[in-house]
């Protein structure tokens, strides 16, 4: 089982440039979400879904898209890079039971840097 | 809003001891509580899942607690190892919402 993956590892991102951070997983989870994570400020979530179609804000949504439409993907779209969104990136997935995420599984993130 | 929080930020401690993380969180209505492992450079991995319905989990040298009425749970760390050595942060799932907040977590040094 390859579980949750994150492409690309690095990328490096002049502002104003858009760009697809991609996440794959393989144990049909039907949760999917995207966390930043930031020296000093923990992780913070940007955005989930709890099934194919289904997409929801989480705490710090401005300046990122997601779409959801398979249960194996979930792609974040950062529209215009700000110097801002440096930092890395996790995608994670789980099953769901109806309240919300079970266990979490990590994808090994992907580190961005916006110049 | 939920607000997690996890004391102490850092801990080091010499190979053997039994130790003790905490983690608070604001809203009791909370349908999940998560404890993670993260490696430097790594992913975060899931040590214990606590149903809001259960008081504790366990696993291995690891157990875990959750006292909702308080707003709080431990994680427990018998026999510490230096590969014990990792930053751990606790997660709690919003009863409301499904949204999974995450502490700011406390890295742990083992010494030999």
């Known amino acids: 089982n390859a579980g949750v993956t994150q492409t690309p590892k690095f990328q490096v991102l002049k502002t104003g440039q858009s760009m697809t951070l991609q996440c794959a997983q393989d144990?049909?989870?039907?949760?999917m979400s995207w966390y930043r994570q930031d020296p000093g400020m923990g992780l913070r979530l940007i955005h989930y879904?709890?099934?194919?179609?289904?997409?929801d804000q989480g705490e710090v949504p401005n300046g990122y898209n997601v779409s959801r439409s398979t249960t194996e993907d979930f792609p974040l779209r950062l529209l215009s890079a700000a110097p801002s969104q440096t930092s890395v990136y996790f995608c994670?997935?789980?099953?769901?039971?109806?309240?919300?995420?079970?266990?979490?599984?990590f994808g090994e993130g992907s580190r961005l840097t916006v110049l | 809003k939920q607000e997690v929080t996890q004391i102490p930020a850092a801990l080091s401690v010499p190979e053997g001891e039994n130790l003790v993380l905490n983690c608070s969180f604001t809203?009791?209505?909370?349908?999940?509580l998560q404890w993670f492992r993260q490696d430097p450079g790594k992913g975060l991995t899931s040590l214990l899942l606590i149903q809001s319905s259960q008081r504790e989990q366990t696993s291995g040298r690891l157990n875990a607690s959750l006292d909702k009425s308080s707003g709080r749970s431990t994680l427990y760390i018998a026999a510490s190892q230096p590969g014990d050595s990792a930053t751990y942060l606790c997660?709690?799932?919003?009863?409301?919402?499904?949204?999974?907040?995450f502490g700011q977590g406390t890295t742990l040094q083992v010494k030999p």
């Open positions: 994670a997935s789980s099953y769901s039971s109806g309240g919300g995420a079970g266990e979490l599984f």
């Open positions: 144990m049909n989870h039907e949760y």
């Open positions: 809203d009791s209505a909370i349908y999940n």
């Open positions: 879904s709890v099934g194919a179609g289904i997409t």
């Open positions: 997660a709690v799932t919003s009863g409301n919402t499904g949204k999974l907040i």
